[in-house]
């Protein structure tokens, strides 16, 4: 009875080793989808960092579009007006009236706003960040006595949440975010400092004009020094050189008389002049001189001479002689004005790389004598 009671729990005991051998086989070929302990914490953690970076990263953007903007302002902020040119500098007073730009900060908004649709179109590289559908109303604000641009969008980014597997891998999306990336960022850029000058300049225009005041450069400079302005001198080295023919130009394409020579030329320089379909271009640079008609395309070398024919077109000779065209009265003037608040980033040739420097404003101004 013994013998035969120890033969059947050995039998039960063979079975239940193989049966379990089978279990081990075939968990083996099954994979489980329950999502490993933390799976779900880490992955919203995961989502709301990259959701929380968003604003940051539209901030910084939108910091980098402001900075081209103000560039495009302040390499000559009077140039947004409407006013006539002067040897391309922007005339604001002529044939008594006086030409400011009025709606500085829109222009800011508006440059701004087509330099944010160039940046809609290009894909960002190191942000899975998309701005194509995204619009925004821009607003400007001064707060403690600084501006800042303000952008509010209703469009949203979608933050998918993706299960993370072994090894850093992205699983199946279990979810989703939204966030909508508005900002409010420094301009850097004074509004108030364009206004005031405007205002000083009008007062100057006045207090300088007439025979009392012969030497309207100083009477504009003492004015705008007492305003709290200092003016600077416009140009240097090929700079100064290149303005100073075309005020000779200028003179001459509005002296009185034909056939004759116009004096006084700037001895440095070789300038070519072209005409073209809406006025000329001196070295190839686009300029609007008043009543510069060209005989034909130009060159004109140090110890040559611009001339008049009989049909008042412009040419080029070689001697200072015979009758000489009288020239008038000089009654524009140029200046440039450094800003005491405002800078902005350019590119410098010299030291190849982008630099912060001074805003100058430049502007012209014509008195009646």
Not at 135 to 144: A, P, Q
Not at 183 to 210: H, M, Q, R, V, W
């Amino acid at each position: 009875m013994k013998n035969k009671k120890a033969v059947i729990h050995w039998d039960i005991l063979l079975i239940a080793f193989l049966v379990s051998i089978g279990i081990i086989f075939f968990s083996g070929t099954l994979t489980s989808n329950v999502p490993k302990v933390g799976q779900y914490s880490i992955s919203m953690t995961q989502a709301f960092e990259k959701n929380s970076n968003i604003p940051l990263i539209a901030a910084t953007l939108m910091k980098q579009i402001s900075r081209n903007s103000i560039s495009n302002i302040s390499s000559d902020v009077f140039q947004l007006s409407n006013c006539k040119n002067y040897i391309n500098y922007k005339l604001l007073n002529s044939e008594n009236e006086i030409c400011f730009n009025k709606n500085l900060e829109g222009d800011f908004k508006a440059i701004f706003d087509k330099k944010y649709i160039e940046f809609q179109s290009k894909k960002l590289k190191d942000f899975d960040l998309d701005f194509s559908n995204t619009k925004y109303d821009f607003s400007i604000n001064k707060e403690n006595e600084k501006f800042f641009l303000n952008g509010k969008t209703e469009n949203r980014f979608e933050i998918p949440i993706n299960l993370i597997e072994d090894k850093g891998k992205t699983g199946k999306q279990i979810g989703k975010m939204f966030i909508k990336p508005s900002f409010n960022i420094p301009i850097g850029f004074n509004f108030d400092e364009y206004e005031n000058l405007a205002e000083s300049i009008k007062d100057t225009i006045n207090d300088c004009e007439g025979e009392d005041n012969p030497d309207k450069g100083k009477c504009v400079s003492d004015n705008l020094n007492k305003d709290g302005f200092e003016l600077q001198e416009c140009e240097t080295g090929e700079e100064k050189e290149f303005y100073g023919f075309l005020e000779y130009f200028d003179n001459c394409a509005n002296s009185i008389g034909i056939s004759c020579v116009c004096p006084n030329r700037p001895q440095e320089g070789t300038f070519s002049i072209n005409q073209v379909n809406d006025g000329i271009e001196i070295n190839g640079r686009k300029i609007e001189i008043e009543n510069a008609n060209l005989a034909r395309d130009l060159k004109i070398k140090p110890g040559q001479f611009l001339y008049k024919d009989a049909y008042g077109e412009i040419s080029v000779t070689n001697k200072e002689e015979g009758d000489i065209c009288t020239i008038r009265a000089k009654t524009k003037f140029r200046f440039c004005v450094k800003s005491n608040k405002n800078q902005y980033y350019a590119y410098d040739e010299d030291a190849q790389k982008i630099v912060f420097k001074d805003l100058v404003y430049k502007f012209a101004l014509q008195f009646s004598k």
